[in-house]
């Protein structure tokens, strides 16, 4: 691999947008967890099947492992994103399309960290109203929606990525 060039991205007023929309969810998804952890029963929802239906259950200290891991994958992805000459790319790299590729690919990070955050917020949201009984599971469109918010985007950008070559 040539060596690809370096470049600071600007981020636009919808990627700056979605970075403070990311901190503030994650920071939300903190305060959901510590404030309810005290109310949880000792048991809870640790596991959903493919239809949404709780399948496995553990201690409620099991509940905070959620935003932790949340959070090293959110400042992982952070810090990744500020070097997109080290990411892979379905085109070649040139010093003609170097900027959009590495816009498109950060701008694709953002969104995949904003869904995650989200994911993982409607998961505990969901955990939580299943012990207090106010529903049963996550609920059969769950994983469809799941699937479709981390998935679209991405095929949407390799389809981008691959016709903007040049």
Same mark, same amino acid.
């Given at each position: 691999?040539?060596?690809?060039?370096?470049?600071?991205?600007?981020?636009?007023?919808?990627?700056?947008?979605?970075?403070?929309?990311?901190?503030?969810?994650?920071?939300?998804?903190? !305060?959901?967890?510590?404030?309810?952890?005290?109310?949880?029963?000792?048991?809870?929802?640790?596991? &959903?099947?493919?239809?949404?239906?709780?399948?496995?259950?553990?201690?409620?200290?099991?509940?905070?492992?959620?935003?932790?891991?949340?959070?090293? *994958?959110?400042?992982?992805?952070?810090? *990744?994103?500020?070097?997109?000459?080290? &990411?892979?790319?379905?085109?070649?790299?040139?010093?003609?399309?170097?900027?959009?590729?590495?816009?498109?690919?950060?701008?694709?990070?953002?969104?995949?960290?904003?869904?995650?955050?989200?994911? &993982?917020?409607?998961? !505990?949201?969901?955990?939580?109203?299943?012990?207090?009984?106010?529903?049963?599971?996550?609920?059969?469109?769950?994983?469809?929606?799941?699937?479709?918010?981390?998935?679209?985007?991405?095929?949407?950008?390799?389809?981008?990525?691959?016709?903007?070559?040049?």
């Amino acid at each position: 691999m040539k060596k690809r060039p370096q470049a600071d991205i600007p981020l636009t007023s919808i990627d700056m947008a979605a970075e403070i929309a990311g901190w503030v969810l994650l920071a939300a998804v903190w !305060i959901l967890s510590m404030t309810s952890y005290g109310s949880l029963p000792e048991t809870i929802p640790t596991h &959903f099947n493919a239809a949404g239906e709780a399948d496995g259950y553990g201690h409620k200290q099991t509940l905070l492992g959620i935003p932790i891991i949340l959070s090293v *994958l959110f400042v992982g992805m952070t810090i *990744l994103n500020r070097y997109p000459h080290i &990411f892979n790319y379905p085109t070649a790299i040139t010093e003609d399309n170097y900027l959009r590729q590495y816009t498109q690919a950060t701008r694709l990070i953002r969104y995949l960290k904003l869904t995650i955050v989200l994911i &993982f917020g409607l998961i !505990i949201y969901f955990i939580l109203r299943n012990v207090r009984g106010q529903s049963d599971g996550l609920g059969v469109w769950f994983l469809p929606i799941t699937l479709g918010l981390t998935m679209l985007p991405i095929l949407y950008y390799l389809v981008k990525s691959i016709r903007d070559k040049k």
